[in-house]
């Protein structure tokens, strides 16, 4: 069975940071494009970040400077370090593959795989 998990959620104060990891098995990552997701209370989600097979990277204006998309295919895994967190950066965080060779998109349209989602709660 393929699928993606998604870890390193939590709670955290503003100011802080955390590392999120999306974790594939069942399929090799390596040649997926990630784009990380974020869904807030009463919000539609959003993209926040994505790396493409080759590296390439785009991030959300909210977070750019702050965030930071890395992938390790020797893990099989994609990271997303955030720090400088603010309380509007709480949500649930998915990370999604998408088998393209053409770059990496901040939308959510013809994902391949979806993971369930890791809380980040920013809150003094």
């Known amino acids: 069975q393929s699928l993606l998990v998604e870890s390193g959620g939590g709670l955290v104060q503003p100011g802080g940071s955390l590392r999120l990891s999306c974790a594939a098995s069942?399929?090799?990552?390596?040649?997926?494009?990630i784009t990380w997701f974020r869904q807030a209370p009463g919000k539609e989600r959003e993209g926040v970040s994505c790396?493409?097979?080759?590296?390439?990277?785009n991030y959300a204006d909210s977070v750019k400077g702050r965030f930071t998309i890395s992938r390790d295919n020797a893990k099989n895994t994609v990271y997303l370090g955030m720090n400088s967190l603010k309380p509007e950066d709480t949500g649930v965080y998915y990370c999604?593959?998408?088998?393209?060779?053409?770059?990496?998109?901040?939308?959510?349209?013809?994902?391949?795989?979806w993971g369930k989602g890791t809380l980040v709660t920013v809150s003094a």
């Open positions: 790396i493409s097979w080759s590296g390439g990277k």
């Open positions: 069942g399929f090799t990552l390596e040649y997926y494009a």
């Open positions: 999604a593959a998408e088998g393209t060779l053409s770059g990496c998109q901040m939308g959510d349209n013809g994902m391949d795989y």
